[in-house]
């Protein structure tokens, strides 16, 4: 058995701890002594999140990790293994029983995690809006490709999120209310003109891109070679541009050195036991 996880983007410019994707990268968490481990799997420490979220979920034993999300880039790698740690102790009590509705994933994320906008696509797939460990999807008619411009670097999310202010001028938050309403309504419209203008976000994007100019410089060279709309990925230092299919690869090569370009898609199928 192994539990397979994707990657995430989380805030999506205004949806600020509220709204995530699921991506085309993969986490994958076992349990050591009953599923056999796969090669690149590493048994995990005590202090991994993996293992933390197994046991706080009651599982017993040991996890083990393989992945393909980069550690501290904005893309959900510890939303991820968290998920796929709780799911693997899920599995362990009920087996073949195991429901995607009733499990604790991203109640028991969001409590490690301190938010729920990455656990929650992690789980479920597609993108999501979570409120108060409510979980609503969003149904996207939009075809389109998604081009992460992943650096060479990483971010803290405790220091990224420790320059956002706890309170903001009501102006601002109205804007991202509206923007918000607006992300939501292009992703089922399918309407990449209105992507465009509904990702401005006035609360905590700038403040992030003012410590990482790179990730600036990639976000302004994507949309200048024709991507719809792009976003600070998570904390970041990733950057996440949406583009038509058919601009992927030269949006992919418009971004700068510094960082690797993938092409990705959009994961639909959220968690899943193998």
Not at 119 to 129: D, E, T
Not at 154 to 169: K, Y
Request: proline share 6%; glycine share 12%.
């Amino acid at each position: 058995m192994a539990i397979v996880v994707p990657a995430t983007s989380a805030n999506m410019g205004p949806g600020f701890d509220a709204m995530g994707m699921a991506l085309s990268l993969y986490a994958e968490v076992g349990i050591m002594d009953a599923d056999p481990m796969p090669d690149g799997a590493r048994a995990s420490e005590d202090t991994h999140p993996a293992q933390v979220a197994f046991r706080r979920a009651g599982g017993e034993g040991t996890t083990w990790v393989r992945s393909s999300i980069p550690m501290g880039r904005g893309l959900g790698f510890s939303g991820a293994v968290r998920v796929g740690g709780v799911v693997a102790a899920e599995v362990q009590r009920v087996g073949a029983a195991w429901d995607r509705g009733s499990s604790r994933a991203v109640e028991i994320g969001a409590e490690l995690e301190g938010h729920a906008d990455n656990v929650a696509p992690s789980l479920w797939g597609g993108v999501v809006v979570v409120c108060e460990g409510e979980v609503t999807p969003v149904p996207v008619n939009l075809r389109a490709s998604y081009v992460a411009w992943v650096p060479d670097s990483t971010t803290s999310t405790n220091e990224s999120r420790g320059r956002i202010p706890t309170s903001v001028p009501l102006a601002d938050a109205v804007h991202n209310i509206g923007r918000a309403v607006m992300l939501a309504t292009a992703l089922v419209a399918g309407d990449p003109e209105l992507l465009g203008r509904a990702v401005r976000d006035r609360l905590h994007q700038d403040l992030r891109l003012d410590a990482a100019p790179r990730s600036r410089a990639a976000l302004r060279a994507g949309t200048d070679a024709g991507a719809w709309a792009g976003w600070l990925s998570g904390s970041g230092p990733t950057v996440l541009l949406v583009c038509d299919p058919a601009r992927a690869d030269a949006v992919a090569a418009a971004l700068p050195e510094g960082g690797t370009a993938r092409v990705l898609t959009m994961d639909e199928a959220g968690t899943r036991v193998v």
